[in-house]
């Protein structure tokens, strides 16, 4: 069974830092390329971070980039998103989300996990 | 970029309605077009993939259709546990990105 855990969430200051990682089971994690998917409360899904399977490259929304660095161990089976200067606007739920089947991370995300949230306030 | 234009943004319907929902992109996407159901506290869930294509396990009252710019999400016959906020979803290769609607919050009448 395909499992993403996510973990790391919790309140943090305005300009401080954030590391999130994300735990993967039940797929060969080093084949697949994961995205981080996040969801301010009451709003919608924004896509905020990708990254192919063997970390050579990275792409970013516009609204994260020069903020946020996605990576990943797969020696761990482990995605991870670092955070920095976080304003309030960061205040979301981040998934973990790759394709499984037919589908893949870039095209169609078909594997979520729970989400961790994070939330950005003094 | 590519623009995602959602309608309604909610919606109520009743038990065995037929439900139709909108996506239209602002330029042409092809069928590279997704939906998703989202219940409250839950994560995304893939229902409809390449604008028309059923996901394994998910019921036949969901189909989807169209390409190019416009785009349909159906259910056929409203059950309670559709109850759920739905998204559309677009993604380009060059760069790589993903691009989702602004959803649709369906309630049970």
């Known amino acids: 069974e395909v499992q993403l855990v996510e973990s790391g969430g919790r309140q943090v200051m305005p300009g401080g830092s954030l590391r999130l990682s994300c735990a993967a089971s039940?797929?060969?994690?080093?084949?697949?390329?994961m995205n981080w998917v996040r969801q301010a409360p009451g709003k919608g899904l924004e896509w905020a971070a990708s990254i192919t399977s063997s970390g050579t490259y990275m792409n970013y929304a516009d609204s994260v980039k020069g903020r946020f660095a996605i990576s990943r161990d797969n020696a761990e089976n482990s995605l991870y998103l670092q955070m920095n200067s976080l304003t309030a606007e960061d205040t979301a739920v981040y998934y973990c989300?790759?394709?499984?089947?037919?589908?893949?991370?870039?095209?169609?995300?078909?594997?979520w996990g729970q989400g961790t949230l994070v939330i950005v306030s003094a | 970029d590519i623009r995602m234009t959602q309608s309604p943004s909610s919606l109520s319907a009743s038990v065995g309605d037929r439900v139709t929902i909108t996506c239209q992109a602002s330029?042409?996407?092809?069928?590279?077009l997704n939906w998703y159901q989202q219940k409250l506290g839950k994560a995304p869930k893939l229902l409809i993939y390449e604008a028309s294509n059923l996901e394994t396990g998910v019921p036949s009252r969901f189909s989807g259709s169209g390409s190019g710019t416009d785009f349909t999400f159906t259910i056929s016959s409203l059950q309670p546990e559709d109850i759920a906020t739905y998204y559309c979803?677009?993604?380009?290769?060059?760069?790589?990105?993903?691009?989702f609607g602004q959803g649709t919050r369906l309630e049970i009448k």
């Open positions: 039940g797929f060969i994690f080093g084949t697949y390329s």
């Open positions: 989300a790759t394709g499984i089947g037919y589908c893949d991370a870039a095209t169609c995300p078909s594997a």
């Open positions: 979803q677009q993604y380009d290769h060059i760069p790589p990105r993903i691009t």
């Open positions: 330029q042409d996407i092809s069928n590279n």
